[in-house]
C-alpha cells in the first residue's frame, strides 16, 4: 500500500520517496501514444492523499470535471491497494475494477511495486496511464488547454514558470516530503532534520508570504496549489501523527491567513475531506500509530472564518473567473468537511 511514491518504512530502513514508475503523459500532440480526449481517461483519487488532491484542486480550478471523470477511493486500503468500496457493489461503475492494482497489472502485469494516487486510467483499455504525480497537474494546466472552462485560470503561467518551479522544489524537499521524513523516520538524527528544514522552510513561506497573498506573482499558480495540500492537513495529522509539533499551522498569523484565504476559494476547499484525512493517516498506519485511534480534534470551525488576505491586492483568478458549483455526487461527505 502507498500514496504518491511512498515506501513504507520498516526496521531501520529510513523513508524515501521513490519515483514514478509508470511516466507516461498525455499531451496534445500524443507524443507518448496518449492523446488528450475529452472522455476517454479516469483520474483516481483519494481524498486523504495530498498528492492526489493537488489533481483534485486543478481538476477543479481548470473545469475539467465534465472530461476527465472522478473515482474516489476508500481512505483505508488494504494488502491489495486502493478499494472502491465507497461505490455500490464495491467496484468503480466505469473501470468495473474492485482495486486500483487491477489496473496497475492491466498495465504491466505482475507490477512489483506500490500502487499509488493520483492515477489516471485508460477507460477502453482499462490500463493505467500514468501515476507521475509530479507532472501530472502540470499537464492539465498546459496540455489539456483545449478543455479548459471559458475562464480557467493560468495556473502555470510561462513568464513566472522558472520561479514557480524553484518555489515548488524548496517546498516538495522541506514540506511536502518533509512532514513524511519527520513522521516515518527510524532515527533522532533524522527526524532532527526533517523537523528543522520543515519548521525553517515554513518560516521562510511565512515571511514570504507577510507581503504578498500569493507565491509567485499576483495570482494562484501550480505553487500555491501544492503547499495548500500539505499546509490543509497539518493541524489534523501532522503536527500530533507525525510529530511535527513545534507549533499548529493555526499558530503561525501568516500561514493560518493564508491557508484560510486558498480553503475559502472555490476549487480548494470544497475538494477536502477532513475525515477520510484523519482516517487515513491514523488506521492506515500502523507503524505510527498501533492502536488505529483517531483524535477527535482539532477543532474545524476556523475555516471559515475571516483571513483578511484581500488586503494585500492580488486577484485569484487572474483575468479569469471562479469555477462552478461542485458537479453532482462530486461534494464531499458531509462527516470530512469544516464546519
Known amino acids: ?17 521513490s519515483g514514478p514508475h509508470f511516466s507516461d503523459r498525455i499531451t496534445a500532440d500524443s507524443r507518448d501514444g496518449w492523446p488528450v480526449e475529452a472522455g476517454r481517461y479516469r483520474l483516481v483519487v483519494s481524498r486523504a492523499c495530498p498528492w492526489a488532491s493537488r489533481a483534485l484542486v486543478s481538476r477543479r480550478l481548470l473545469g475539467l470535471e465534465s472530461a476527465l471523470s472522478l473515482a474516489v477511493a476508500d481512505p483505508i486500503q488494504d494488502e491489495r491497494s486502493w478499494r472502491f468500496t465507497l461505490d455500490a457493489g464495491e467496484r468503480d461503475p466505469v473501470l468495473g475494477i474492485a482495486f486500483l492494482s487491477e489496473a496497475y497489472d492491466a498495465r504491466e502485469k505482475e507490477y512489483p511495486g506500490g500502487v499509488s494516487v493520483p492515477a489516471i486510467v485508460d477507460i477502453p483499455s482499462g490500463k493505467l496511464v500514468t501515476n507521475d504525480f509530479h507532472s501530472l497537474t502540470l499537464d492539465l494546466a498546459t496540455q489539456w488547454t483545449a478543455l479548459h472552462r471559458q475562464g480557467a485560470p493560468d495556473l502555470y503561467p510561462e513568464e513566472h514558470r522558472e520561479e514557480i518551479d524553484e518555489v515548488m522544489e524548496a517546498v516538495f524537499l522541506d514540506v511536502n516530503n518533509g512532514v513524511y521524513r ?19 522552510r515554513l518560516d521562510q513561506l511565512s515571511e514570504r508570504l507577510a507581503t504578498r497573498r500569493y507565491l509567485v506573482g499576483e495570482t494562484i499558480t501550480e505553487a500555491d496549489i501544492r503547499l495548500f495540500t500539505t499546509l490543509v492537513r497539518f493541524d489534523a495529522v501532522y503536527h500530533g501523527h507525525f510529530k511535527c509539533n513545534r507549533n499548529k499551522l493555526s499558530e503561525d498569523r501568516v500561514l493560518w491567513g493564508y491557508v484560510r484565504d486558498l480553503f475559502q476559494t472555490p476549487g480548494f476547499g470544497d475538494t477536502v475531506d477532513f475525515d477520510h484525512i484523519k482516517r487515513h493517516y491514523y488506521q492506515v498506519h500502523t507503524e505510527v500509530n498501533p492502536k488505529r485511534l483517531v483524535p477527535l480534534g482539532p477543532d474545524l470551525s476556523g475555516w471559515s472564518t475571516p483571513h483578511g488576505r484581500e488586503e494585500l491586492g492580488g486577484r485569484p483568478f487572474g483575468d479569469g473567473t471562479p469555477p462552478g458549483p461542485v458537479p453532482p455526487g462530486e461534494a464531499v461527505p458531509e462527516a470530512g468537511r469544516a464546519r
Open 182 to 200: 519527520a513522521g516515518f523516520a527510524n532515527h533522532q538524527e533524522t527526524y532532527d532534520d526533517a523537523f528543522r528544514r520543515l519548521f525553517a
Open 1 to 17: 500500500m502507498s500514496t504518491a511514491g511512498q515506501e513504507t518504512p520498516r526496521d531501520t530502513k529510513e523513508f524515501t520517496r
